[in-house]
C-alpha cells in the first residue's frame, strides 16, 4: 500500500542545468497537485494537474518551469536552466479522481539545491 | 486559487498548555477544511479534518472549531507536548470540475516547551 513516492529525495545540480522532479501518486488517484517549501517558509502552490491535463497553473513561474502528468508513468516537474532561487523543498501530493472530502497524501518531498 | 489566510506565523506554548491557530477563507465554495502536521524533513500529513456542517470536531487532544459564518476555523491543541513540535497547515477545498482543488494557509510554526 504504497503512499505518494518522490523521486529523488535529494538533488543538487548546478546553475544552468536542468532539474528533474518525479513524483508517483497513490495508486489508484489521478490528480497531482506540486508545492513549493521555501525553507522556514510555507506551502506555496505551483500547479495542479489530472492525468495529461494541466487544469491549474497559476503558480507555476512563467518561464523555466513545466509540468506533465502523463497517462502513463509518474507526474514531473521540470526546472530548466536552475538558478540559485529554486533551491527549496518541493512536495507532490495526490487525490482520487472523484468524491467529496478526501484527503491529499503528500510524499516526503524532493529536496533541490542548487549550487 | 483562493486564498486561505492563516495566523500566528510562529507560536511558542510551554508543555502542558494549549495551542491554538486561526485560519479564516473567503471562497464560500470551501466544503472541507482540513489541518496537517508536518515535522522537519518530512511531508505533511493529515492531522484533522471538518465539514462545515458542524461546528467542532475533536480527536483527543486536537479539536477543530469551525464558524462558518465568520468564514473562520481553528486548531486547538490541548496539553501540547514536546512532540507536537512541529508546523501546522490548515487547508480549504472544494470539487471543481475536475475534482476536488486544495487551498493551504501559509503555515505555523509550534514549539512546545518542556
Known amino acids: 500500500n504504497a503512499g505518494v513516492m518522490q523521486n529523488p529525495r535529494h538533488l543538487v545540480r548546478r546553475r544552468g542545468q536542468e532539474a528533474r522532479l518525479r513524483c508517483s501518486p497513490v495508486k489508484g488517484h489521478s490528480h497531482v497537485y506540486w508545492y513549493r517549501q521555501l525553507p522556514e517558509e510555507g506551502l506555496k502552490f505551483m500547479v495542479y494537474?489530472?492525468?495529461?491535463?494541466?487544469?491549474?497553473e497559476s503558480g507555476m513561474p512563467k518561464e523555466r518551469f513545466s509540468a506533465e502528468f502523463p497517462k502513463e508513468g509518474p507526474s514531473i516537474l521540470r526546472i530548466q536552466q536552475v538558478v540559485r532561487g529554486d533551491s527549496a523543498a518541493y512536495f507532490c501530493?495526490?487525490?482520487?479522481?472523484?468524491?467529496?472530502?478526501?484527503?491529499?497524501?503528500f510524499g516526503q518531498g524532493t529536496r533541490l539545491t542548487v549550487v | 486559487q483562493q486564498q486561505v489566510k492563516q495566523s500566528p506565523q510562529s507560536l511558542i506554548v510551554q508543555k502542558g498548555g494549549i495551542s491554538i491557530i486561526n485560519c479564516a477563507y473567503e471562497?464560500?465554495?470551501?466544503?472541507?477544511f482540513p489541518w496537517y502536521q508536518q515535522f522537519p524533513g518530512k511531508g505533511p500529513a493529515l492531522l484533522i479534518a471538518?465539514?462545515?456542517?458542524?461546528s467542532e470536531k475533536k480527536e483527543g487532544r486536537f479539536t477543530i472549531s469551525f464558524n462558518k459564518s465568520a468564514k473562520q476555523f481553528s486548531l486547538h491543541i490541548m496539553d501540547s507536548q514536546p512532540g507536537d513540535s512541529a508546523t501546522y497547515f490548515c487547508?480549504?477545498?472544494?470539487?471543481?470540475?475536475?475534482?476536488?482543488?486544495?487551498?493551504f494557509g501559509p503555515g505555523t510554526r509550534l514549539s512546545v516547551l518542556p
Open positions: 487547508a480549504a477545498s472544494t470539487v471543481g470540475d475536475y475534482g476536488q482543488n486544495f487551498v
Open positions: 471562497n464560500t465554495a470551501f466544503d472541507y
Open positions: 494537474l489530472q492525468k495529461e491535463n494541466i487544469i491549474d
Open positions: 471538518i465539514r462545515p456542517d458542524v
Open positions: 501530493a495526490s487525490s482520487p479522481p472523484t468524491g467529496r472530502n478526501t484527503e491529499a497524501f
